[in-house]
């Protein structure tokens, strides 16, 4: 079946462009987050997608970032202003919610952002 | 807010050697998932831990939960060089609306 599918899987830009990424999710999956992960180091948490709830925008660095979620279903991240800081990878995942415990997250091959 | 960390950060190991990450929550948890990335690729799922003081293997991989639940340990025995990535914890605080945080990952090197 279709797993998680983010595009582009690369994007150069110059500094100060907007840029916008697109994640599909897996259909059905309520779940959706969105990470950042620069070369060599861990995943850091930009926004959370449940269902019809709020998102948690805790993770968003600054407020050139921004992400919606429309029809439940396909996320888009939107970097406005770009600056050389923001190169890195940037991956999308999703997961079932059920019951009391979340689900595995499934991820995506990721958008590899460049900043010149 | 929730901070999951990792220790260590990098290991090497040489083929053949054990190795074990531990992971260490600042809540207590209501489960925990391990996940393993590839070099140039993406975090793979590879089990959950629910209940205190837990222990699952899958082959060589044993996962245990802390019976407080407020750490994990993975260890693998007799590394092989397919075993080479960041493992990484993730786990949900008690009363979190199911978000998941992710540890801040251990870098295994296996030498052939």
């Known amino acids: 079946g279709a797993g998680v599918s983010q595009s582009p899987s690369n994007k150069v830009t110059e500094k100060g462009k907007d840029v916008e990424l697109r994640c599909d999710p897996i259909?059905?999956?309520?779940?959706l987050y969105w990470y950042r992960q620069s070369l060599g180091q861990g995943l850091e948490f930009l926004i959370y997608f449940q269902g019809n709830s709020a998102p948690d925008k805790s993770g968003l660095p600054s407020d050139r970032f921004s992400a919606e979620r429309t029809g439940g279903s396909v996320s888009t991240l939107t970097i406005q202003r770009t600056q050389q800081e923001d190169s890195a990878v940037y991956l999308c995942?999703?997961?079932?919610?059920?019951?009391?415990?979340?689900?595995?997250?499934?991820f995506g091959d990721g958008t590899r952002l460049s900043i010149l | 807010g929730q901070q999951v960390m990792q220790i260590p950060q990098y290991q090497h190991v040489q083929e053949g050697e054990d190795f074990t990450t531990y992971c260490n929550s600042s809540t207590t948890l209501s489960n925990i998932q391990w996940y393993k990335q590839r070099p140039g690729g993406h975090p793979v799922f590879l089990i959950q831990l629910v209940k205190s003081g837990e222990v699952k293997k899958q082959k060589r991989l044993t996962f245990q939960f802390g019976e407080a639940k407020k750490n994990s340990s993975l260890h693998i025995t007799a590394t092989q060089t397919t075993d080479v990535g960041t493992y990484f914890c993730?786990?949900?605080?008690?009363?979190?609306?199911?978000?998941?945080?992710f540890g801040t990952g251990t870098k295994l090197q296996v030498i052939p």
């Open positions: 259909s059905g999956h309520t779940a």
């Open positions: 993730a786990g949900v605080d008690l009363g979190g609306y199911q978000k998941v945080t």
């Open positions: 995942a999703s997961s079932l919610v059920g019951g009391m415990l979340p689900q595995p997250q499934h």
